[in-house]
């Protein structure tokens, strides 16, 4: 079944201790991204990957990073978590290497709290 | 800074009903707005737009493109309670960041029995 699979679908940690969120997707996708979503907004793009060892910042990347070593993975890295990065994490991946000329097919998210 | 702004935030109809979303964009160089829906979990594809006054059409959801007043509507006709979700727009644009989409706040529907 193609899909992108994101892991894990909850987590709870302390402030400080790094934590890595996994993504893979099985469609050969060229195109990767992370969003956040916080109530009452929309999606948020942290970073994306138009292609392998590609990557680039979105609208807040501060307090992550991602790498993109092989074409289905793309993970999110947080270095030293704080509060306000609790939040709803989803990955996405898209067929076209751009933001624009295909859908973009959404893991079920990640729930991330941090105290 | 590219900006997407939906409205409503939120509506409430019961089934039955006939809605419109709307979804207006400022971006540099439009390629293409997308509408996604979003039931508690992964957004889920709708549309994608690309040219003006081409309609859209998927049972009783269509939607539309003006490019030259830089809007989108989708629209639910004979709404039932399973389309009580979030309705993201999307937006495209080819710029030196091609692999940026930026998201509206979402329309909230809820349709009641």
């Known amino acids: 079944e193609a899909q992108v699979t994101q892991n894990p679908r909850y987590l709870i940690t302390v402030t400080g201790k790094k934590l890595t969120v996994t993504c893979s997707q099985n469609?050969?996708?060229?195109?990767m991204s992370w969003y956040r979503q916080d109530p009452g907004l929309g999606l948020r793009q942290i970073y994306y990957?138009?292609?392998?060892?590609?990557?680039d910042k979105g609208d807040v990347p501060e307090g992550y990073k991602v790498s993109r070593k092989e074409k289905r993975n793309f993970p999110l890295i947080l270095e030293s978590p704080s509060p306000n990065q609790t939040s709803l994490y989803f990955c996405?991946?898209?067929?076209?290497?751009?933001?624009?000329?295909?859908?973009?097919?959404f893991g079920n998210g990640t729930r991330l709290t941090v105290t | 800074e590219d900006k997407v702004v939906q409205s409503p935030l939120s509506l409430v109809v019961h089934e039955g009903d006939t809605v419109t979303l709307n979804c207006s964009y400022e971006?540099?160089?439009?390629?293409?707005l997308l509408w996604y829906k979003q039931e508690k979990k992964a957004p889920t594809f709708l549309f994608m737009l690309?040219?003006?006054?081409i309609e859209k059409k998927s049972g009783r959801l269509s939607s539309i493109l003006d490019k030259k007043e830089l809007f989108s509507i989708l629209n639910i006709t004979a709404t039932q309670t399973g389309d009580s979700a979030v309705y993201l727009c999307?937006?495209?644009?080819?710029?030196?960041?091609?692999?940026?989409?930026?998201f509206g706040d979402g329309t909230t529907l809820t349709v009641k029995p």
């Open positions: 469609m050969n996708h060229e195109y």
């Open positions: 996405a991946s898209s067929f076209d290497r751009s933001s624009y000329n295909s859908p973009l097919h």
């Open positions: 971006v540099t160089n439009f390629r293409s």
């Open positions: 999307a937006v495209g644009a080819r710029n030196t960041n091609a692999g940026k989409s930026t």
């Open positions: 990957s138009m292609n392998v060892e590609v990557t």
């Open positions: 690309t040219s003006s006054g």
